[in-house]
């Protein structure tokens, strides 16, 4: 079955610090990857996606996201992190099973950051 | 581009009431989604339209709930009667079909039914 993961609930980090956010799939065929982030009160932002070509996605706000094929991961990462980045933070991958171009999110992962 | 509109923002309403949600996604798009945002279940997709068709709502929890999408430019989520679990925020997302393009969100519904 298609899904995602996002192991872990809360992750806090200190402001100025690299921050990582993780993220494994599973998935039949090419993975199609997203992450979004929701700040309080409102909908969920697309950040960036992995398609194909490059291992290492940029995407808005300074964030990049490592696609690692052997591993199944989908990690998001700032290499400096401010307290604005303080959000929900989501992983994505859309099904591509005949049929159906659904969205499949993770539970989300709380990101804080601690000034 | 004015991005997805929903509306209303904020609705409050009496159990066994009538609830219609609206969404108006982003010009071109073809795709629209319906999701529900709780803290117990966290984000559920309800219901997903292509070229106006619905192609899969597994994620319409009851016969309560209906959807519809009439023209390219408008869909509606009905929930018929209104129950205190219904209270959540309704988001409505749109997307090119291609598989490698985006969604995009409304900024929601919040649902409280008392």
């Known amino acids: 079955a298609q899904s995602v993961a996002q192991p872990e609930d809360q992750v806090n980090v200190a402001e100025g610090n690299p921050l990582t956010v993780k993220c494994t799939y599973s998935v039949s065929g090419n993975p199609y990857l997203f992450w979004y982030v929701q700040y309080p009160n409102r909908g969920l932002q697309f950040l960036l996606k992995?398609?194909?070509?490059?291992?290492l996605v940029k995407g808005s706000y300074g964030f990049e996201a490592e696609f690692n094929k052997s591993q199944t991961s989908f990690h998001l990462k700032k290499p400096s992190a401010l307290v604005s980045d303080s959000a929900l933070y989501f992983c994505?991958?859309?099904?591509?099973?005949?049929?159906?171009?659904?969205?499949?999110f993770g539970t989300g992962t709380r990101l804080k950051v601690l000034a | 581009d004015a991005g997805v509109i929903q509306s209303p923002r904020h609705e409050v309403t009496e159990m066994g009431q009538e609830v219609t949600l609206r969404c108006k996604p982003i010009s071109g798009h073809n795709s629209l989604f319906w999701y529900r945002q709780t803290m117990m279940r966290g984000l559920e997709l309800l219901i997903y339209?292509?070229?106006?068709?619905?192609?899969?709502d597994s994620g319409m929890p009851e016969d309560r709930f209906s959807a519809k999408m009439p023209n390219a430019s408008f869909s509606t989520l009905k929930i018929q009667p209104s129950e205190p679990r219904d209270s959540a925020v309704y988001f409505c997302?749109?997307?090119?079909?291609?598989?490698?393009?985006?969604?995009?969100f409304g900024p929601g519904t919040r649902l409280t039914v008392t």
């Open positions: 992995y398609i194909t070509g490059d291992n």
């Open positions: 997302a749109s997307s090119f079909g291609a598989v490698w393009y985006e969604q995009y």
């Open positions: 994505a991958v859309r099904d591509i099973r005949q049929g159906t171009y659904k969205y499949i």
């Open positions: 339209f292509n070229n106006n068709v619905p192609i899969d």
